[in-house]
């Protein structure tokens, strides 16, 4: 009975060292180390190599250690056991950290006020919106997008949601499907992006989406924060965007490639805020205590919880 | 019957304007012009010149468009009218979004990820603690700090407040007066300043209070926000528990003398975050409303609410 750790892009050793401490009667490997693969009944995974998980004839359940499950859909030889993602309430809750963090930044206008400080300059015009006169819409409804909402609503934030299907939430004003994605941005000033990665949304936030976004808000232009995939996104619109002034800043955690190119103007543009995708972290300790608990759940004869539709991916 | 509006440091014709549409059968003055000193009954202050309403012979009440009323006191030709604070809930959401944007701005580092992004650097090492794992400490638990504690408790941190007297809330741990002070800056890994300026709090945020404070959280070192008065703080000392470490950094609204001189070393401190003294910015909309509400009520017989203990001086 073993447990392959897969993962490339972290320090795989945490992980690791996390699944032998939370599972003390299993065999924990890692990639590239020698192992049976017949013995391989269980892989935690996070953008593993392509085809390396192609000949793990007795592989039971294939765990994604982040939120995303778009980084397997992208390996051909992906093995055909069940999936399941990460749906972990600590992740939630640092997701929700960013995306207020970076939402109470533009409403507050820091960004204009570090710039301030750095001229020495003390200026307090009164021009000072409430949470209560900016309008927020998130893309993508699930586990991350409602609590998102619940804590901006809170804050006293104006929130709306959009999802592809029609969902509830007792926190924001709700649109559905492509027919409500215009009257969803058309309300919003502060466009917050949660979506999964999939073949529907890959490119979706260009440069006609982004010029539907509210113009009438307290700033006169919207601001885009992005703390899904980096695949959602099109950059160039975007910078076109920000140059001809329909959009008024940017929080970027994803990019369409990352690490982000020391090349790429996002780097430098005044009103881009550049995160290293550390919206929300995985965290061995709460993560592997999760997957843990799946496992012996799963052998005790209860049902997965989580599994990804493969023909949706996600 | 006629207000007379008392501004110095903000502009005064908006409120003038707001109180013009608000109260339509009453003569509203500003300071200067020319008015009949008996004619008087109401004023509104925001730093009124020392001993400007000194002569007011039928004056009922002064209303303070502050949260603070520390600037009255600084009047030694202050009328003995009643005094009525502003508890304003616009004003109080406002506090709250500025306290949480900053607390935030510490628990995700962003102060060190707006660096890296000057240096085009992507790090992304997974050293991030959740707010969970975060103690906010709030000194001052009335209306701003208790609205304040919800909003962060909602957000995760592990919160807590010390007042002068014993004070009850749901969402933070209470502790009281001198004796329980060291206690509660030992677990405090984020000092919230909301104290009013009185003779005893006066330059009490200085190097003995600062070092008290938590060693053993997440960064190894408190940090310190103030959006109180600049009058509690000691800035000297600021500057050395930052240059000794035993502070991590500070995000200041308040000075001991504001504007904030141009030659302050804090505005080039790259651990010190300035703000213009507009945290909670009181806005002649709702604030011009409200004291409309409570002039008429007043006139009913009805009594008047928050008024300021002239004892006390808060």
């Given at each position: 009975?073993?447990?392959?750790v897969?993962?490339t892009?972290?320090e795989?050793?945490?992980w690791a060292?996390r699944?032998r ?6 065999n924990v490997?890692?990639?590239g180390?020698?192992?049976?693969p017949a013995?391989?009944?269980?892989v935690?995974s996070w953008?593993h ?6 000949n793990l ?6 765990f994604s250690?982040?939120?995303g499950v ?5 390996d051909?030889g992906l ?7 990460v749906?972990?309430s600590d992740?939630t ?7 207020v963090?970076?939402?109470?930044v533009?409403l507050?206008?820091?960004r204009?006020?570090?710039q301030q400080q750095r001229?020495?300059?003390?200026i307090?015009?009164?021009l000072?919106?409430a949470?209560?006169?900016m309008r927020?819409g998130i893309m993508g409804?699930?586990?991350?997008g409602?609590d998102?909402?619940q804590k901006?609503?809170?804050l006293g934030?104006?929130v709306?949601?959009?999802s592809r299907?029609p969902r509830r939430s007792?926190h924001?004003?709700?649109?559905a499907?492509a027919?409500e994605l215009?009257?969803f941005?058309?309300r ?5 992006v949660l979506l ?8 979706m936030i260009d440069a006609d989406l982004l010029r539907?976004?509210?113009?009438d808000?307290?700033?006169g ?10 695949g ?16 008024l800043?940017a ?13 790429s103007?996002?780097w430098?543009?005044?009103?881009v ?14 993560i ?7 496992i012996?759940a ?7 919880k989580n599994i990804?539709?493969?023909?949706r991916?996600?």
């Open positions: 009975m073993s447990l392959l897969a993962i892009g972290w795989p050793e945490p060292e699944f401490r939370v599972m003390p009667g299993r490997h890692l990639l180390e020698s192992y049976d013995a391989i009944d269980y935690a953008k190599p392509p085809r390396a998980l192609a004839p007795n592989l039971k359940v294939l250690l982040g939120a778009d980084h397997l859909f992208s051909p093995p055909s056991a069940p999936i399941v993602r749906v972990d992740l809750a640092r997701m929700s950290e960013y995306v963090l970076h939402c109470l533009c507050r206008q820091q204009r006020y570090d001229r020495r300059e003390w307090d015009d009164r000072q919106p949470a209560a006169d927020v409804m699930g586990e991350l409602q998102a909402a901006l609503a809170m934030f104006q709306a949601g959009w299907t007792v924001a004003e709700m649109y499907g027919d215009e009257s941005l058309r919003s000033d502060i466009l917050v999964p990665l999939t073949p529907e949304t890959r490119g539907k976004l509210a113009r808000g307290a700033f232009a919207p601001y885009l924060i992005n703390a899904g995939r980096g959602l996104q099109i950059e160039r619109d975007i910078l076109t965007c920000l140059d001809e002034g329909s959009l800043g929080t970027l955690d994803v990019f369409e490639q990352e690490p982000l190119p020391g090349a103007p996002l430098s543009h005044p009103a805020t550049v995160t290293p995708h550390n919206a929300a972290m995985s965290s061995p300790e709460t592997g205590r999760q997957v843990a608990e799946q012996a799963f052998e005790n004869g209860e049902p997965l990804v539709d493969s023909a991916k996600y």
